[in-house]
């Protein structure tokens, strides 16, 4: 069983950056992947980036490349994503999730079996 808790969202004018962090409680086996996902008001969740936990190959949405960083920090269980250059479409609640499958096994479609409570992201113009 693992158990996900966010932080790290909040207020933020456009141009700006957030550091969103996502602390693991249980053991993450070999092979899981950590994903965000985001949720606007009205609109469908959203994949947007994906880190393998053990190796650290990375996955991003195209919209969001060269913005928006992810990284993982294997010793502290947490995992995290970078948001530069902030724009108010960005604005929702930001969710991280867990699956043991890997990237390719559910997560990226949004089907993974651990997921966290959110945290909210603002970013007005």
């Known amino acids: 069983q693992v158990q996900l808790v966010e932080s790290g969202g909040g207020l933020v004018q456009a141009g700006g950056s957030l550091r969103l962090s996502c602390a693991a409680s249980?053991?993450?086996?070999?092979?899981?992947?950590m994903g965000w996902f985001r949720q606007a008001p009205g609109k469908e969740r959203e994949f947007v980036s994906a880190?393998?936990?053990?190796?650290?190959?990375?996955y991003y949405t195209d919209s969001l490349k060269g913005r928006f960083t992810i990284s993982r920090d294997n010793a502290r269980n947490t995992g995290y994503l970078q948001m530069n250059s902030l724009k108010p479409e960005d604005t929702g609640v930001y969710y991280c999730?867990?699956?043991?499958?890997?990237?390719?096994?559910?997560?990226?479609?949004?089907?993974?079996?651990?997921w966290g409570q959110g945290t909210q992201v603002t970013v007005s113009s």
């Open positions: 880190i393998y936990w053990s190796g650290g190959t990375t």
């Open positions: 249980g053991r993450i086996v070999s092979g899981s992947a």
């Open positions: 999730a867990v699956d043991p499958r890997g990237i390719w096994g559910g997560l990226r479609d949004g089907k993974a079996d651990y």
